[in-house]
């Protein structure tokens, strides 16, 4: 199994809502990832999880908050969010951390903030 | 990080072969190269990697200078389904994590 699967594949919440992005792999990864893409621009690094422990946040703002229950899954909990954090959220896996390995994406989560 | 820099657009035909350059001149020891693909509403998917030299594989070629200041991805004989925005990533080790930025992607457009 060579997928990431990621819910809902939409999302449309108000900025007073409280609503979580899941994110799943079962390669056995231990490197987990959640990017940010805005139309017509290249994915942005926003967190990355290393064995379970986040090991780079890339100053992204507490309104969103990642969570790694274990190896196999991914959450972004979003709350207060403001409508330019409209944009396509992309999980990636890889397998470890140290190394370069390519990343497998998910098919990502079009989050729309009214 | 090194940042990347890549053609923002770029037309081919049908069976030719597409050479999509990208230029990374604060390359880092430890970061290597990688290109991926995207289709629209899809998450990008990986192509090739490499550290120096020419790395193949059976979809792409990518060839990488000795300074590393730049890199190349060969599609041969490309087909319409190869229209897709391509992405150069530099990206390595640091702080304890890995990082890698994307480039700027190039939208290649394949005609009949």
């Known amino acids: 199994d060579t997928e990431v699967t990621q819910t809902p594949k939409h999302l449309v919440m108000g900025m007073t809502n409280k609503k979580s992005l899941k994110c799943e792999q079962h390669?056995?990864?231990?490197?987990m990832y959640w990017y940010k893409q805005k139309a017509k621009k290249p994915p942005e690094l926003m967190f990355v999880?290393?064995?379970?422990?986040?090991?780079i946040n890339e100053s992204v703002p507490s309104r969103f908050s990642p969570e790694c229950p274990n190896s196999s899954l991914l959450n972004l909990h979003l709350h207060a969010l403001q409508p330019e954090d409209s944009a396509l959220y992309l999980c990636?896996?890889?397998?470890?951390?140290?190394?370069?390995?390519?990343?497998?994406f998910g098919p990502g989560t079009r989050l729309t903030v009214t | 990080l090194a940042k990347t820099t890549q053609p923002i657009s770029m037309d081919s035909y049908e069976g030719q072969e597409v050479n999509i350059t990208c230029s990374h001149n604060?390359?880092?020891?430890?970061?290597?190269i990688t290109w991926y693909q995207q289709f629209p509403s899809q998450g990008p998917r990986f192509i090739i990697q490499?550290?120096?030299t020419k790395v193949t594989n059976e979809v792409a070629s990518l060839f990488i200078p000795a300074d590393r200041k730049s890199s190349t991805l060969s599609l041969p004989r490309v087909s319409l389904s190869d229209t897709a925005v391509y992405y150069c990533?530099?990206?390595?080790?640091?702080?304890?994590?890995?990082?890698?930025?994307f480039g700027a992607g190039t939208r290649l457009f394949v005609k009949a």
């Open positions: 990636a896996s890889s397998p470890h951390r140290d190394s370069l390995y390519e990343q497998y």
């Open positions: 390669m056995g990864h231990r490197a």
């Open positions: 999880y290393s064995y379970e422990k986040l090991s």
């Open positions: 604060n390359i880092a020891t430890n970061d290597y």
């Open positions: 490499g550290y120096k």
């Open positions: 990533l530099v990206g390595g080790s640091y702080g304890g994590g890995f990082k890698t930025i």
